[in-house]
């Protein structure tokens, strides 16, 4: 099957900027998404960017799309303590079924 | 706007038993709502994928039998788990979607926990 991979830890400090790297291999991806997950919740969705785009910001948020090299990233700047979760990377195929990442656990320091 | 809800939030029950999880979208209808299951520090796993009046889709692997999903109205599905047994606990989170594959919102999940 399709997968998505991310690395499944980042320690970073508070103030500092934090980027989470995701690589997927399905050529057919129409979206690919962030979602923020805290402990025992639900995932919320943080951010998402079409296929033919390369770059999308929101807010403290920066997501990157490289396409050619099947590499998506997430980059959170000024990262507060409240931005502790796990992170995870997804992408939906042409039929609109989710991959997901494994997640990875950011953890901000003081 | 865009909520999803689950019940209960968390459950215990004995093994040999069914337990029922409900999921609502509570401000949108959902042509499509799906099942995940995600064990502890991994990623959510697809069971499977209901169209309200239709039967379940269940991805390879997922026992449909064991996995009952019922997708009555727009705004409700049910996955009730049957003849539970520890292997089957973990957490169960449900999603709902109201158009474009990005409109998809997730439910806050269920703890199952079977003894």
């Known amino acids: 099957g399709e997968d998505v991979e991310q690395s499944l830890f980042l320690s970073v400090r508070e103030g500092d900027s934090s980027v989470i790297n995701c690589t997927y291999t399905?050529?057919?991806?129409?979206?690919l998404y962030w979602y923020k997950q805290e402990p025992g919740a639900g995932l919320q969705l943080l951010t998402y960017i079409f296929s033919n785009m390369d770059m999308k910001q929101d807010q403290r948020l920066t997501v990157l799309l490289n396409k050619k090299d099947k590499h998506l990233s997430l980059r959170i700047a000024d990262t507060q303590t409240g931005d502790s979760a796990i992170y995870f990377c997804?992408?939906?195929?042409?039929?609109?079924?989710?991959?997901f990442g494994a997640g990875t656990q950011v953890v901000v320091t003081p | 706007g865009a909520v999803v809800s689950q019940h209960p939030s968390w459950v215990i029950c004995k093994s040999g038993t069914s337990v029922k999880i409900e999921c609502r979208s509570l401000d949108f209808q959902a042509t499509t709502m799906f099942w995940y299951r995600q064990f502890p520090k991994q990623s959510l796993m697809l069971m499977a994928t209901s169209n309200e009046g239709s039967k379940a889709t269940y991805e390879q692997g997922v026992e449909k039998d064991k996995f009952l999903i019922n997708h009555a109205s727009l705004t409700l599905s049910t996955l009730t788990v049957t003849s539970a047994h520890p292997e089957d606990s973990s957490f169960y989170i449900c999603?709902?979607?109201?158009?474009?594959?990005?409109?998809?919102?997730f439910g806050p999940g269920t703890r199952l926990t079977v003894t």
């Open positions: 997804a992408e939906t195929d042409s039929w609109g079924k989710f991959q």
């Open positions: 999603s709902a979607q109201s158009g474009q594959f990005y409109e998809q919102y």
């Open positions: 399905d050529s057919s991806s129409t979206y």
